[in-house]
C-alpha cells in the first residue's frame, strides 16, 4: 500500500477529522465563541467532505485502503447521504447551543459523522465496534452540552449508562463472531469479488447464534428498537431540539449500517429462529412505537416513539435483506438504505421546527404550543406539514415511495421461501401501523393549522435562519426526492451488488488465496490472526 | 400537444395555487381562484376535443403520456418499469369534465360564505382538484395511488380549519377512516405488481404497475383464483370505503354536515366516485373471476345501504345530512350498476356517478344557500321557504326531482339503466356469458327508489311549504345577500340545472360514448363481439335478447339487429336454436342466415 492511498481514499473522513479539531481549537478562542464562525466552518467541513465524496467516489466493486478499512460502494451511499443530512444537521445546529461550549459542540457533530462513514467502510469486527463507539460517545457528550437545563445532564447519564451497557453487549457478541468464524475480517477480496467470511459452519449454529443474538441487541439500542428503546422518550425530552434530530439519524444509520454488515458477512444464512426473533421485534417497535405516540402529549415524545415505530419499518426491509432479489422495489437492502436517507431529513424537518421557534424563552414542546404557527409562519407551517406527510408516508412526498420500497420488498420474497407468509404478514401489520402513524401526525399538522388563528398566540421565532433553513430545505428535499426518486435509488443501487455478490457457500475461514488477486485484507487477515 | 393536454389540464389548478400564494390579499384572490378554475375548465373542454378526434371508440386509451418514474436500471437487476402513465377513455374523460364543471361552481358559491384565511382556502380546494383530475386519467397504479391518497390531504384542512362544530373530530375520522382503508388498498397494489412479475408474464419481465398490461395480464388469466380474491379483498377495503359502503359509511354524514358547502359539493360530486371509480377501472378489470364472485357479497351491501341509508335520511332532523345518507344509498345503487357485468348496467352506472355528482352537488349548493341565511340546517327551526324564496324554492324542487329520477331529468336514466342491467345481469346475451346479478337483486333497489321519492319531498315540503317558519333575526343579509336567491347564486345553480336536463333529455351521445370503453376497458369483450355491439347500435334501435338454452351455448348466442329479422307470427315462440343467428358482418348487409 502506497501512503498516498492513505489520504486519497479516505479523504472525507480526512476532512471531517481535520475540520473537527479546527473547530475544537476555535473553539477555545474568545472572538471565534462569540461569532457565526464556528457554525460556518462546520458547515463548509461537512460541504468539502460531501463534494469529495461524490466527485472522488470509490471506484469498482471494492477498494481498500487501510487495514480494517473496506472501501466498497456502500461506503459511497452512506457518505452520500451521511454528509447530506449532515449539511441539513449543521444548519439546524447553527445557533446552538448559545453557550461557550460551542466549539465542543460542533466539533462532536462532525466526529459523530465521523464514526458513520468509518461504520460503512469497517472490514474488521473491531474496527466496525470502534466506529460505532466513534458515533456514540460525541452523543453523550452533545446531549449534555445542548442546554442548560436540569434534564440535559439526566438524559446524558440515562444515555450514557444504557450506551455503555449496549456496547458491552455488542462488543461480546462480536467475540463470539469472532470464535466461530476464527477472524475478525468480514469481507475478503478475491477474484473481484467479496466474499464473506463469517458464513457459518456446521455445527457452530449455536454460538454463532449467541453472538449473531448480541450484537443484534446492543444494535437495537442505537436503533431503537423494541425492546431496548426505553431510553428514546426521555433521552429525546431532555435533549435540545437540534440534538434530538441528530439522534433520530445518525445512531440509527450506523445501527443499521453495521446490521447490514455483519449480515452480509454471514451471507444472509440466518438461522430461522433468529429471523423469528427479528420479525418480532419489528413488529413490536411498530405497534409498540405507534400506539404510545398516540398518548403522547409533547412532541419530542411522539417523535421518540415514531423513530422507535419507523426502526421497525426498516427492520421489515433489513429482514428481507437481499433475498428477493436485486433491484428497487425488490432489494430489502435497497429500500433500508432508502429509507433511512428520507427518515434522516424528515425527522430532522420536524426538529428543526423545534428549535426555531419558542414560547416564553423556552423552545416550543407540547403540541398545544404549535397553535398559530399557520398563520404566523406560512411557509414554516407548509414545510412542516410536508415532513409530517412524508413521515406518515403520504403522498405527494418522498415517504410514500420509502414505504413502497420496504413492503413492496417484504412481497417480494419468493413464495417458496419459508419466510414468505411471516413477511407478508410483518409488512400487513406495518401498513396498518402507518394508518395508526397517522393520526398522531395529524394531531400535530393539526395543531399548527386548527387550533388558532391568531397571529398573536403563535410561537415567536428565535434569532437566526439556520433552523428555518434546514427545515425548510429538509421539506424540499421530501418533495424532490417524490418526484425523482431515482436520483438517490441510483445511488444506492450499485450497494446491493456488493452485499449479495457473494456466493451462499463461502466458506468460512480465510481459505488460501491466489497471490494475483489484488487484496489488502489478506495480510491483515494473516495479521489479525496471528496476534490474537 | 396532443399527447400532453391531460398533463396540462391536471396541473393547471396547481399553476393557480402558486399564483394565489403570490397574490396580495383582498378580493382579488376568489375572483383569480374562480378564473383559474374556467381556466382549467376551458382546457379541459379542449381536451374533450383532442379526446373526441383521437378515435376513442376504436382505442383502449387515448392521449396517453408516459415519463418514467421509478425504473430499475439494467436487466441483471432486474427491470422496474413504473411511470407517470397517463391517457383516458370515455369514462375518465367525462369525469374529468365534471370534475372541472363542479370546482369553479364551488369556488364561486365560497364568495360569501368563506371570509377567512380565504388564500389558504382557494389554494386547498386548487390542490384538490388536482388529485381528483389526477386519478380519472392515471394509468399506472402507483399514480392512482398517489393522486387517489392525495385528495386526502387537501380536504382534512377544508374539513377542519372552514368546517362546523364538531370540524376537528369530522375531519379526523374522515382522514384515518379513509386512511386505514386504503393502506390495505396500498397492500394488493405492491401485491399485484409482485404477483404479476413473479409469473414472468409482463413485458420484458419488468416489474409493472400499468393499468393497462395488468388488465392484460388479469384478462388471459395471469392471476389464479385464490390471488385474485385476496387482492380484490385488499382493493375493497380503500374502494368500499371511499364510495362509501354499508357498513364502513359512518364517516360521511359527519364529514359532509360538518364540511363547509364547497368541501360538501366537491366531496359528493366528485370524491366519491373516486371509490366506484376504482371499482370500475381497477377491481372489475384486473380481477375478472374475483369480481364475479364478489359480485353478489358486494350488491347485498349496496342493497343494505340503500335502504338502510334511505331509512336512515328519512330520519334526519339536519338538511344536509340528510342529503349525505341519500348519497350513500345512491352510490349503492352505482355499485349495483357496475357488478351487473353488463355493458347497460355498467353505462348505467357510469352515468349515475355523473348524474349524482351534478344532482346532489347542487342541492349540497341550495343548502349552502338556505344556511348562509339562516345559520341553521334544521328541519324543526325553518319551513315555509317557499314564500320567502320562490327561486330557492324552485332550485330546491327542481334538484330533488333529478335526484329521485324523475323521468325526462338527468336521475333517471342512470337508475332506470342500472335496475336494467341488474335484472339482465344473468341472461346471455351478445356481451357474452352470464352476469352474477339478477331480478332478485331489483326488488329491493327499487323499494330504495319508492324510499328515496319519500324522503326527498318530505326534505322538501318540511323546508318550502306549510306555514313559514324562521329562527329570530333571519334571515341573515349582512354578507351581501337578498331575502332570495342572488345572481350570483342562480348564476351557480342555473348551469347544473341545465346540464340536467340536457342529460335527462338526450343522454344518447354520453352513452354512446361510453359503450364502447366499457366493453373494451371495464368488461373486456373480445373485439368481434365489441364490433357487433357498435353495429347494432348504428343499425337498429331495437336490441332484442336471447337467451341460451341446452342446445345453444352462451358463446353461441349472437344477438341481430331486429330490423335483419323477418318478423313472424311464431317468432316468439320459436326456440331459441331455431330464430336466425347472424354473425355480426351478415347482420350488416342485413341479411341473417338461417342455421
Not at chain 1, 458464513?199 to 425492546?227: E, S, T
Not at chain 1, 413490536?284 to 403522547?296: D, E, K, R
Not at chain 1, 415511495?401 to 406495518?430: E, T
Amino acid at each position: 500500500m502506497n501512503g498516498s492511498a492513505w489520504f486519497t481514499q479516505l479523504l472525507p473522513e480526512w476532512i471531517l477529522l481535520i475540520g473537527g479539531c479546527l473547530v475544537l481549537f476555535l473553539g477555545a478562542t474568545r472572538s471565534a465563541r462569540s461569532s457565526n464562525q464556528l457554525p460556518f466552518i462546520s458547515l463548509v467541513v461537512v460541504l468539502a467532505a460531501l463534494v469529495v465524496s461524490v466527485l472522488r467516489p470509490v471506484e469498482g466493486l471494492a477498494t481498500t485502503a487501510a487495514p480494517g478499512l473496506l472501501l466498497t460502494e456502500l461506503t459511497n451511499y452512506v457518505r452520500f447521504v451521511a454528509l447530506g443530512v449532515g449539511l441539513l444537521l449543521a444548519l439546524v445546529n447553527w445557533h446552538q447551543p448559545i453557550s461557550s461550549e460551542r466549539g465542543e459542540y460542533l466539533a462532536m457533530m462532525l466526529f459523530s459523522l465521523l464514526g458513520v462513514l468509518l461504520t460503512a467502510s469497517a472490514n474488521d469486527l473491531l474496527v466496525l465496534f470502534f466506529a460505532i463507539e466513534l458515533v456514540s460517545v460525541p452523543t453523550y457528550v452533545l446531549i449534555g452540552l445542548s442546554r442548560d437545563d436540569s434534564r440535559a445532564p439526566e438524559s446524558t447519564v440515562k444515555y450514557f449508562f444504557l450506551g455503555a451497557m449496549a456496547a458491552a453487549v455488542l462488543a461480546y457478541g462480536l467475540s463470539f463472531l469472532y470464535g466461530v468464524a476464527g477472524t475478525t475480517t468480514m469481507y475478503v477480496v478475491r477474484d473481484g469479488t467479496l466474499q464473506s467470511t463469517l458464513a457459518l459452519g456446521a455445527g457452530m449454529d449455536g454460538l454463532a447464534l449467541i453472538g449473531l443474538l448480541l450484537v443484534f441487541g446492543g444494535l437495537c439500542f442505537k436503533i431503537a428498537a423494541v425492546p431496548f428503546h426505553f431510553y428514546a422518550p426521555d433521552v429525546y425530552e431532555g435533549a435540545a431540539s437540534p440534538v434530538t434530530g441528530l439522534l433520530g439519524f445518525v445512531p440509527k444509520i450506523a445501527g443499521f449500517v453495521a446490521l447490514l454488515k455483519i449480515f452480509g458477512a454471514m451471507d444472509w444464512a440466518l438461522p430461522t429462529s433468529f429471523l423469528w426473533i427479528v420479525w418480532l421485534v419489528a413488529a413490536a417497535s411498530m405497534t409498540f412505537g405507534n400506539v404510545q405516540a398516540l398518548l403522547q402529549q409533547n412532541a419530542k415524545r411522539v417523535l421518540a416513539y415514531s423513530s422507535i415505530a419507523h426502526s421497525g419499518y426498516m427492520l421489515i426491509a433489513l429482514l428481507v435483506g437481499p433475498l428477493a432479489g436485486a433491484g428497487p422495489m425488490r432489494d430489502g437492502v435497497l429500500a433500508l438504505l432508502f429509507y433511512i436517507g428520507i427518515y434522516g431529513a424528515m425527522n430532522l424537518g420536524v426538529f428543526a421546527l423545534l428549535a426555531s421557534y419558542q414560547r416564553d424563552a423556552k423552545s416550543i414542546e407540547l403540541i398545544d404550543e404549535f397553535k398559530g404557527l399557520a398563520a404566523k409562519a406560512p411557509i414554516a407551517a407548509l414545510a412542516l406539514a410536508a415532513c409530517l406527510f412524508s413521515l406518515m408516508g403520504f403522498p405527494p412526498t418522498a415517504g410514500l415511495l420509502g414505504k413502497l420500497y420496504i413492503f413492496s420488498s417484504a412481497f417480494s420474497l419468493d413464495q417458496s421461501h419459508a419466510f414468505h407468509g411471516p413477511l407478508v404478514a410483518l409488512a400487513i401489520i406495518g401498513l396498518l401501523n402507518s394508518a395508526i402513524a397517522a393520526a398522531y401526525y395529524l394531531r400535530l399538522v393539526a395543531a399548527a393549522y386548527m387550533q388558532s388563528n391568531d397571529p398573536d398566540s403563535a410561537p415567536v421565532p428565535k434569532e437566526g435562519m439556520g433552523a428555518r433553513l434546514g427545515l425548510v430545505c429538509c421539506a424540499v428535499a421530501m418533495i424532490g426526492l417524490f418526484v425523482s426518486p431515482m436520483s438517490l435509488v441510483r445511488r444506492a443501487k450499485p450497494v446491493d451488488v456488493v452485499l449479495t455478490g457473494n456466493e451462499v457457500s463461502t466458506v468460512l475461514t480465510a481459505a488460501p488465496e491466489d497471490s494475483s488477486a489484488v487484496v489488502l485484507a489478506k495480510p491483515l487477515d494473516s495479521e489479525s490472526a496471528s496476534s490474537r | 400537444m396532443e399527447s400532453w393536454i391531460l398533463t396540462i389540464v391536471v396541473f393547471s389548478p396547481l399553476v393557480g395555487a402558486v399564483l394565489l400564494m403570490l397574490m396580495p390579499n383582498g378580493g382579488g384572490l376568489r375572483r383569480l381562484a374562480f378564473g383559474w378554475s374556467l381556466v382549467t375548465l376551458a382546457l379541459a373542454i379542449y381536451a374533450v376535443s383532442s379526446f373526441l378526434q383521437a378515435g376513442p371508440d376504436e382505442n383502449t386509451y387515448v392521449l396517453t403520456a408516459h415519463v418514467p418514474w421509478i425504473t430499475g436500471g439494467d436487466s441483471s437487476l432486474g427491470l422496474v418499469d413504473i411511470g407517470y402513465r397517463v391517457g383516458v377513455d370515455a369514462i375518465g374523460m367525462w369525469l374529468i369534465v365534471l370534475t372541472a364543471f363542479l370546482t369553479p361552481l364551488a369556488i364561486w358559491a365560497s364568495f360569501t360564505a368563506i371570509r377567512e384565511r380565504e388564500r389558504e382556502y382557494y389554494i386547498l380546494l386548487l390542490f384538490l382538484q388536482v388529485g381528483m383530475l389526477g386519478v380519472f386519467c392515471a394509468l399506472d397504479l402507483l399514480l392512482f395511488y398517489v393522486f387517489f391518497e392525495f385528495t386526502l390531504v387537501p380536504l382534512f384542512f377544508l374539513i377542519g380549519i372552514w368546517g362546523g362544530p364538531e370540524k376537528r373530530y369530522a375531519a379526523f375520522k374522515f382522514f384515518i377512516f379513509t386512511l386505514a382503508g386504503s393502506v390495505l388498498t396500498f397492500a394488493g397494489v405492491v401485491y399485484l405488481a409482485y404477483y404479476a412479475w413473479s409469473s414472468g408474464a409482463t413485458t420484458g419481465g419488468a416489474l409493472t404497475l400499468s393499468i393497462e398490461e395488468l388488465t392484460k395480464l388479469g384478462q388471459q388469466g395471469v392471476f389464479p383464483y385464490g390471488v385474485q380474491w385476496w387482492i380484490f379483498l385488499a382493493f375493497m377495503a380503500g374502494f368500499a370505503v371511499k364510495v362509501p359502503l354499508f357498513p364502513v359509511h359512518t364517516w360521511l354524514p359527519l364529514a359532509h354536515t360538518e364540511a363547509p358547502t364547497a368541501g360538501s359539493v366537491i366531496l359528493a360530486g366528485v370524491l366519491l366516485k373516486l371509490g366506484t371509480y376504482g371499482f370500475c377501472r381497477l377491481s372489475i378489470p384486473i380481477l375478472p373471476e374475483a369480481a364475479v364472485g364478489f359480485a353478489p357479497f358486494v350488491a347485498v351491501l349496496a342493497i343494505i345501504g340503500i335502504i338502510y341509508a334511505a331509512l336512515a335520511a328519512w330520519m334526519q332532523e339536519d338538511v344536509k345530512k340528510l342529503v349525505a345518507y341519500s348519497s350513500v344509498s345512491h352510490l349503492g345503487f352505482c355499485m349495483l350498476g357496475l357488478f351487473s357485468m353488463k355493458i347497460a348496467g355498467v353505462s348505467g352506472a357510469v352515468m349515475y356517478m355523473i348524474n349524482h355528482g351534478l344532482s346532489t352537488g347542487a342541492l349540497f349548493l341550495v343548502i349552502g344557500c338556505i344556511y348562509e341565511r339562516y345559520h341553521t340546517r334544521s328541519i324543526k327551526k325553518i319551513g315555509g321557504l317557499a314564500r320567502q324564496m320562490p327561486w330557492m324554492a324552485f332550485f330546491l324542487v327542481f334538484f330533488t326531482l333529478s335526484s329521485i329520477g324523475l323521468p325526462g331529468l338527468n336521475g333517471f336514466v342512470g337508475e332506470f339503466l342500472v335496475l336494467l342491467g341488474t335484472a339482465i345481469s344473468n341472461t346471455a346475451g351478445i356481451e357474452g356469458d352470464v352476469g352474477p346479478l339478477g331480478y332478485i337483486y331489483v326488488i329491493p333497489a327499487a323499494t330504495g327508489i319508492i324510499l328515496g321519492a319519500v324522503y326527498m319531498l318530505w326534505m322538501c315540503r318540511c323546508v318550502l311549504f306549510g306555514p313559514l317558519n324562521e329562527p329570530a333575526n333571519t334571515p341573515d343579509t349582512s354578507r351581501g345577500l337578498t331575502k332570495d336567491l342572488t345572481m350570483r347564486e342562480i348564476g351557480f345553480l342555473a348551469p347544473i340545472a341545465l346540464v340536467c336536463i340536457f342529460l335527462g333529455a338526450y343522454p344518447k351521445p354520453l352513452l354512446e360514448s361510453l359503450e364502447p370503453a366499457i366493453a373494451r376497458n371495464i368488461l373486456q369483450l373480445p373485439e368481434d363481439r365489441i364490433a357487433a355491439i357498435l353495429e347494432l347500435d348504428n343499425e337498429a334501435e331495437v336490441v332484442l335478447i336471447a337467451e341460451a338454452t341446452d342446445a345453444v351455448p352462451p358463446s353461441e348466442v349472437r344477438i341481430v339487429p331486429a330490423a335483419a329479422l323477418v318478423p313472424t307470427d311464431d317468432f316468439l315462440t320459436t326456440p331459441i336454436d331455431k330464430i336466425n343467428i347472424a354473425s355480426p358482418e351478415t347482420a350488416k348487409g342485413g341479411v341473417a342466415d338461417e342455421r
